[in-house]
């Protein structure tokens, strides 16, 4: 993905598009383009091959205003804070539930 | 990985993040590469821990240990229900339409199937390996178990090869990406024949091919109206876990039609009020919700 920039960045974007409409608070505006919380891991796993490898993990907490946070695992070698923060943004603006 | 040390690797991870998360905190879910396995092995390390089975930390889980019928569907579900909205606002039946997707794994099969069984021709599909294409439509069952057997649509012998260029160039009325983000880009999007864009992927489009579909007026529903079905339903099994009570598939499919029905049209009336594209509008929608309950909230300090 680094070819094509910060994805977090690209969601920042269509949220200040919405907000500037809104005339959204300055205040609150900060807050919601702020992660609540992001936590990143260290994962020791012994592999089959007899080898120690070491994964790193993130989690990232966007926002908890309406209820608990809520969002996927991913396996994939490219995953970087940066999508996962995006990720996890994307989840607190999804419409339906 | 082998599966003993994806369980390792994912015992350990949910070890790592332990104080994080819970049924009241933050409840995980699979996404790429993860599946109601690694979420039943989420659950059982989590469970452990806290001395207690406790089914409500995640979702996506399989039926026999809480999880929900018609979870597996949900994001595809979603993903019918509004392409079908976005057509008849535009004019159009769903039925007897032509469709082209990109991605055949959970969304992109399940779309694929549930679109075709409401009268849609399915004439394109790709993936990882490569694609098909036949113009009177795919038979999509068939298409299912060639997936199921080779792990790729490549290949399939009811139609022709079909590359990713070739199918966001098709002439079909609706273009859905349900693989991975930035995969419509400022090189593919003038290209882009289709009158509907379903976002069924994260951030698939990028900024700028958003603003080159907007300028030849394509009607893109975004990524965070078009995908929430899986989130939808994960929050219908959560709410199941806790109540201790399981509903019936048409239960959980009807309450997930009037969700999604709801929020395609409420994203709908304030892009027509705002004058601005489904994607703007339904940050708006979001954008209002949780800047409200911020503001009734304070700032505790």
């Given amino acids: 993905m680094a070819e094509h920039g910060s994805i977090f960045r690209a969601m920042l974007q269509e949220f200040d598009e919405a907000a500037r409409l809104l005339h959204l608070d300055p205040g609150i505006w900060k807050i919601l383009t702020h992660p609540k919380r992001q936590i990143i891991v260290s994962c020791p796993v012994l592999m089959d091959s007899g080898e120690i490898e070491v994964f790193t993990g993130y989690r990232v907490q966007y926002s908890i205003t309406l209820g608990p946070a809520k969002g996927g695992i991913r396996y994939h070698p490219d995953v970087t804070l940066d999508e996962v923060t995006a990720l996890a943004a994307w989840m607190t603006w999804n419409v339906a539930p | ?301």
């Fill in chain 2, 1 to 301: 990985m082998s599966r003993r040390e994806l369980e390792a690797l994912t015992r350990r991870y949910v070890a790592e993040i332990i104080d994080a998360i819970g049924p009241e905190k933050d409840v995980p879910a699979p996404d790429v590469n993860t599946n109601d396995q690694v979420m039943a092995w989420v659950m059982d390390t989590y469970s452990m821990h806290v001395g207690h089975t406790s089914t409500a930390v995640v979702t996506g889980k399989p039926l026999e240990l809480g999880g929900s019928v018609g979870r597996r569907e949900a994001t595809g579900r979603g993903v019918m229900i509004v392409a079908r909205e976005a057509a008849r606002h535009l004019g159009f039946d769903i039925k007897g339409a032509s469709i082209g997707i990109q991605g055949f794994g959970n969304v992109g099969s399940v779309s694929a199937d549930l679109l075709a069984q409401a009268g849609a021709r399915i004439v394109g599909v790709t993936d990882w390996k490569g694609g098909v294409y036949n113009g009177k439509g795919l038979d999509i069952p068939k298409l299912l178990e060639h997936a199921r057997m080779h792990k790729t649509v490549d290949g399939f012998p009811g139609g022709e090869p079909l590359t990713n260029e070739q199918l966001f160039a098709l002439e079909a009325d609706v273009v859905i990406p349900a693989a991975l983000e930035n995969q419509i880009t400022v090189e593919n999007a003038p290209g882009i024949k289709a009158r509907i864009v379903v976002e069924a992927a994260n951030g698939p489009v990028t900024p700028e091919a958003n603003n080159i579909l907007q300028q030849r007026g394509v009607f893109v529903v975004p990524d965070i109206l078009a995908n929430s079905g899986g989130v939808t339903v994960s929050y219908f099994e959560w709410v199941q876990d806790r109540y201790g009570y399981f509903w019936e598939e048409s239960d959980v499919n009807m309450r997930l039609e009037k969700k999604m029905h709801e929020a395609f049209h409420a994203v709908l009336q304030m892009s027509l009020k705002y004058k601005v594209d489904m994607r703007t509008a339904a940050y708006i929608v979001a954008i209002a919700r949780v800047g409200t309950v911020t503001q009734l909230r304070g700032m505790y300090a």
